[in-house]
């Protein structure tokens, strides 16, 4: 994969100044964004998420995920500490796309989990890629991460493309009633580290 950077720009948001930056898998075209605040080249780990798409989650609000309050926690944190960066990754589902999404939660409907749901539909349980995130990072000038995520895959896929990550952020936020199969998944069939409510 090859990915080139294109422009940045300022980005105001109501967490505060944002730096926008957009880069290009010249081999497929899509198009991938970080948000960075502060200095990413002063050679302190960089406070760091790594967020695939999620329209339905960010953008509607939707309820069957967690993905749009963890992407505002990430800003909030990230804002607050003054010094961080989010990726945004334009890979919707897990990498199967909206509409293929859409007919996943047709199936949840029905009464299969999420991992089931794609499964069902003749994909992988999760298809996203991390390659383009370590040339993003090293672009921003970031070598050194403390990566907020309950997931582990995405730890090692940080490090795998020459990023070091310092500490795993959790990052718990979105629970509800409408979500609690889809956590439930998360942390048994793929391995999320999410807290033990009877602890």
Known sequence: MAFVFVASSRLPTRHGEFSIHA?????????????????????????????????????????????????????????????????????????????????AYALQDAGADTVEANEQLGFGADLREYAMCGDMLRHLGVTHVRLMTNNPKKVAAVEANGVTVVERVPLISGLNPHNEGYMQTKTDKMGHLLPDESA
Do not use: W
């Not at 899509?30 to 960010?58: I, W, Y």
């Open 23 to 103: 880069f290009e898998d010249v081999d497929t075209g899509k198009e991938h964004v970080a948000l960075s605040m502060g200095d990413l080249s002063n050679g302190q780990p960089a406070l760091a998420r790594l967020h695939s798409e999620c329209l339905t989650g960010d953008g509607f609000g939707s309820l069957r995920c967690d993905c749009g309050p963890q992407l505002e926690a990430a800003m909030r944190q990230v804002a607050e500490a003054g010094h961080g960066v989010i990726l945004y990754l334009r890979q919707e589902g897990r990498g199967i796309g909206l509409v293929n999404k859409i007919r």
